[in-house]
């Protein structure tokens, strides 16, 4: 049976892919203006923060957070855990009865005349659904940069930063010099991990590493708690430890080399988004980060009827500029889009403002 024998589940006005916050609160945009809508997330709601190390925080304060009208209470007014948000998201979930068919990827999308056929393979087999609008609120973090180097998938290498209790008494050389590459280091360090950074860069960007973050790991270097190996990036991985190449000012590897002896690497060099769908529906994608082409005042695509929500319309970030905190209005736009009005409520509470630029939310 081939998927166009499949036979049709369901027809709907709209199809939401992807349950992190934005396509939360777009859910609960659409199911308040009585929009026939159906929901998708290839696994659970919130499912990035999942694989978040364990009692990480945000680098946002919550009020930048809270989706749907809805706050985030917490006892201490600071930044809260990856955990404590997933908690958050199940509770709006169940304040507005949001119905997410978890744990069912949607594997194919195609645009007609009449809107779009869209593919799901849950566990019980494949689905056909149609929906004459789909919104894509699908992230950008499925699949961590890779370095394509020799033993980058040796099992003592991961991307993944899981718990600091890992490293206890033992080395570790983590890769890279933003935000997770330094709070990791800090955080191993912590729990009793001799810990190396290698930076591919001569210094690390005080406009790219948190302003509490910085601080305290220039400290730790000057102390010789950790150790700092500026202008390095790896080229090979074996079991005792990483070949290192010697940069040049533009951060790329010279012929100068050494061994750094080593027990665990972690690759902290960012994440990717998957971009299969768009590519399938004919979206334009633009330049080195294959930025979708859409209309900013709509968050649609160039593919009539097809709407972007959330981190996914900067295409592949190597310089973040789409946060959650300021994708809460691609959910107002989408639904004036389809609806002709915009939502009640977005964010936390009417006071708050979300109209920040790119340097005011970095700095927070």
Known sequence: MTFTDLPLTSTYDVAIVGAGPIGLELAVCLKQAG??????????????????????????????????????????????????YLAYLRSVVELFDLHVQSYEPVSSLQRDDEGFTLITKPLTGPRRYRARRVVLAIGDMHFPHRLNIPGEDLPHVSHYFRDPHDYFRRRLLIVGGKNSAVEAALRCWRAGAQVTLSYRRARLDDKRVKHWLLPDF????????????????????????????????????????????????????????????LEQAGVVLHGPNRVPEYNPATMETNVPGLYLAGTVAAGIQQRYTLFIENCHEHAGKITQAITGRWPARLGDIPMRTYQLGFEQIAAN
């Open 35 to 84: 929009v026939d809508y159906i929901h998708f997330d290839a696994h659970q709601v919130g499912y990035t923060m999942t694989w978040w190390p364990r009692n990480t925080s945000f680098f946002s304060t919550t009020e930048r957070l809270a989706i749907a009208g809805v706050p985030i209470p917490n006892n201490h007014q600071q930044r809260i855990t990856g955990e404590e």
């Open 218 to 277: 220039v400290a730790q270097v000057e102390a010789g708690t950790i150790r700092f190996l500026p202008n390095t990036t790896p080229i090979a991985i074996d079991p005792g430890g990483v070949t290192l190449a010697c940069t040049d000012d533009d951060g790329q590897p010279t012929t100068e080399q050494f061994y750094y002896p080593t027990d665990f690497v972690l690759l902290a060099t960012g994440f990717r988004g998957d971009q299969r769908l």
